[in-house]
């Protein structure tokens, strides 16, 4: 069973950077989309941000344009959430997943949780004010 790694998470103060990681050595699927999303206490998963499988189709919530940048290392089979300016609103738990059913990040559907799979566990990104 495939399953996503993700990591680098940690606690940092507000206008501090962190960057995360997602590998799954296992995982060959080169022509699928890539899905950061988050979850925060009480709240429901949210995308964060997504990349195509070429690195040139990419997405972001409205909450993180500007200050995260996703890429993907194909060679490595490692996806990178480059985060900075982070906000106490950032907090939450961060997860990564594929995108079995498209190869790029479409705008209307980007976000559609259905359709990720081989989620990983998680890591803890926590932001202090």
């Known amino acids: 069973q495939v399953q996503f790694v993700e990591s680098g998470g940690d606690l940092v103060q507000a206008g501090g950077s962190l960057r995360l990681s997602c590998t799954a050595p296992e995982f060959t699927g080169d022509y699928y989309a890539i899905g950061w999303f988050r979850q925060a206490p009480g709240k429901e998963r949210e995308g964060v941000s997504c990349v195509g499988y070429n690195d040139g189709s990419t997405a972001y919530a409205d909450s993180v344009k500007g200050r995260f940048t996703i890429s993907r290392d194909n060679a490595r089979s490692t996806v990178y959430l480059q985060m900075n300016s982070l906000k106490p609103e950032d907090t939450a738990v961060y997860y990564c997943?594929?995108?079995?059913?498209?190869?790029?990040?479409?705008?209307?559907?980007?976000?559609?949780?259905?359709?990720?799979?081989?989620w990983g566990q998680g890591t803890q990104v926590t932001v202090s004010a």
């Open positions: 997943a594929a995108n079995l059913m498209r190869s790029i990040c479409a705008p209307q559907s980007w976000r559609i949780r259905h359709e990720y799979s081989y």
